[in-house]
């Protein structure tokens, strides 16, 4: 009997030890956490094998957008014609009531820039698409800029959203260079 009653105060100490541990742990994320930015920018590009007018219109058709925009969970709604500036689009998502809009802010052939709200209570995501290139192929380069204002969590997403975000820009970009070297 005395050999368990001795072993009591070990585990006792040990567990003090390892509470102690994770409380420094967690205190350590949190004090980092301050220093970290809450601002962040996503870039991807792709180079597809048309000519720099028919992925512009590809960009800028309504009816495209939501072959090619990778929503993850949702969808880009269709809009007649050709987007202009200030012209503004629905987003939709699967499993959810909630609603999302895509804005035109610039449209040029060159600088096609657009705002999204995800949803109502979510900050505005700049995103701009530079568009170069001659009559064989185009560069399509794509941006994002934010700040992410979610509490505690936001450095940390902040930090990771080259990873989360980025991902989502290689899906489009690949539809979107599919779809335009595929039509005739």
Sequence with gaps: ????????????????KITRVSALVILAVVVLGFFLPTDYR??????????????????LGGNSLPDWMFISG??????????????????SYHDSADKGSLTFTTV????IAFDVKPK??????????????????????WEIEGQLRTGFLSPYLAFFANKIAGRNFEVSLQ?????????Q
């Design 74 to 91: 949702g969808q880009v709604n269709l809009h007649k014609g050709f987007f202009q500036q200030g012209d503004e689009v629905g987003i």
């Design 120 to 141: 109502a209570g979510v900050d505005l995501v700049h995103n701009t698409i530079y568009v170069s290139g001659d009559d064989t192929t185009t560069n399509v380069d």
């Design 1 to 16: 009997m005395s050999k368990k009653s001795s072993s009591h105060p070990k585990a006792l100490y040990q567990l003090r």
């Design 175 to 183: 539809r979107l260079k599919e779809k335009v070297e595929l039509a």
């Design 42 to 59: 996503v870039e991807r590009s792709i180079i597809v094998n048309k000519p720099h007018d028919v992925v512009v219109n590809a960009l």
């Design 108 to 111: 040029t052939t060159n600088t």
